[in-house]
């Protein structure tokens, strides 16, 4: 976490003038509308932190805004690459307490075996935490040996359909694609599908029996028009359940195509703390449901995904990734709070609203940032907290 963001509030006159109200509005919507303080059509990655910071005494006074606040807290750290506070924030929750376990056996890595059972199923789901890159990261790790194995549609919930005819022309998300693809990585996840030739579908829908029509509209766009298609899904959290008293959106789709999905859950494992899983290194787990006493859903395969995504680019461990440092100028960096944008040049001059592949808020007296970037010609910006751009560079990386 860094903690200095909140000693810079006071210096920062937007939110200075602003007067702390007993009851502060919902979170998501005070930190909705920091987001779109800037240039028009763009997303603001800092505001929205710094405000819900300051607003913190009030949001923990009333017990009924705790866990949404800290729930926002999580979502708004991952979109501005606060890796290392997510979990802090998510922690805080009263109703994502570790579980105690006894000592458990290490468990074995997990992309080889899931790859194992892909290539025998025509439907894979994958859950994510919204507030956590690292499933997001782990699926777009795995598209080129999905699409060796004959799988050409990912579809993803957070996905907005009034933009998917646009993405599909484009390539590239921009901040009307939807609310979590604007999270960096999740951005990137689409370009890599993109990239390699997958059809991106939007199946979410708000409607009376979610579940249900989340499973009509993927159904629709895939294996309606074309019965021997090979799905990737990207769902959260308990849309995957597949319970024999669960109604959602993995049940449904057994019940309408026949086709018994491969379920493969991200969330469960982290609710859980044994001793020993504390000490693995970084990468991605298969974790026997015995060792989840407490399991809320019911899926084929249950993951640890202890990935860890400092210093990472759009790279998703793609070897040609390359690590590049940028120096930022003495001169640029008076303003604080700031935050750093990286953009593929060609999609931010396209379009203002591209989705940055990279962001970073910078440290007090940071003055260099490492990424792993694939190559290509980027655009770097500095912003500060109104959205101010601050210094710009243009940079390859080879």
């Not at 997990?110 to 994958?126: D, E, P």
């Not at 959290?237 to 018994?260: C, F, P, Y």
């Not at 290194?281 to 407490?294: E, I, K, N, R, W």
Request: aromatic content about 8%; glycine content about 8%; charged content about 15%.
């Amino acid at each position: 976490m860094k903690p200095q963001l909140t000693g810079w509030l006071l210096g920062i006159a937007l939110l200075a003038a602003a007067v702390t109200v007993a009851e502060p509005e919902n979170p998501f919507a005070l930190a909705g509308k920091a987001v779109r303080v800037g240039p028009a059509g763009s997303v603001n990655y800092l505001l929205p932190l710094l405000e819900l910071r300051r607003q913190r005494p009030a949001y923990l006074r009333n017990a009924a805004d705790i866990g949404t606040y800290w729930q926002a807290m999580a979502t708004f750290a991952a979109m501005a690459g606060e890796l290392d506070s997510i979990a802090y924030y998510w922690r805080q929750n009263d109703g994502h307490t570790p579980l105690a376990t006894g000592p458990v056996v290490a468990p074995p890595p997990a992309v080889a075996t899931i790859l194992a059972q892909t290539q025998h199923r025509q439907v894979v789901m994958f859950n994510e935490e919204h507030t956590q890159p690292r499933g997001r990261w782990l699926v777009g790790s795995l598209l080129p040996a999905l699409y060796q194995q004959g799988f050409r549609y990912l579809a993803l919930e957070a996905l907005d359909a009034v933009d998917s005819a646009g993405l599909r022309q484009r390539g590239y998300p921009v901040a009307a694609s939807g609310f979590y693809t604007n999270e960096p990585h999740f951005g990137n996840l689409i370009r890599r599908a993109q990239q390699l030739g997958f059809h991106i579908v939007a199946y979410d829908t708000m409607s009376a029996d979610r579940e249900r029509d989340e499973a009509r509209n993927l159904l629709a766009a895939t294996l309606g028009p074309h019965p021997g298609a090979r799905v990737v899904v990207l769902a959260g959290h308990g849309h995957l359940n597949e319970s024999s008293t669960a109604q959602t959106m993995a049940t449904w789709v057994r019940k309408l195509s026949g086709i018994d999905p491969l379920t493969i859950e991200q969330t469960q494992a982290a609710l859980t703390d044994p001793p020993g899983w504390r000490t693995l290194p970084p990468g991605a787990y298969l974790v026997p449901p015995a060792s989840l006493p407490d399991r809320a859903l019911t899926c084929d395969l249950y993951v640890l995904n202890r990935l860890r995504l400092a210093e990472t680019g759009n790279g998703f461990g793609d070897p040609a990734a390359r690590t590049t440092r940028l120096a930022l100028p003495a001169d640029s960096l008076r303003a604080a709070p700031q935050v750093m944008l990286v953009y593929w040049q060609r999609e931010k001059q396209a379009q203002p609203g591209a989705v940055p592949v990279a962001v970073y808020c910078l440290r007090p007296n940071e003055t260099t940032v490492r990424l792993a970037l694939m190559p290509g010609t980027y655009l770097a910006e500095l912003r500060d907290a109104p959205g101010r751009r601050c210094w710009q560079r243009t940079f390859p990386v080879k």
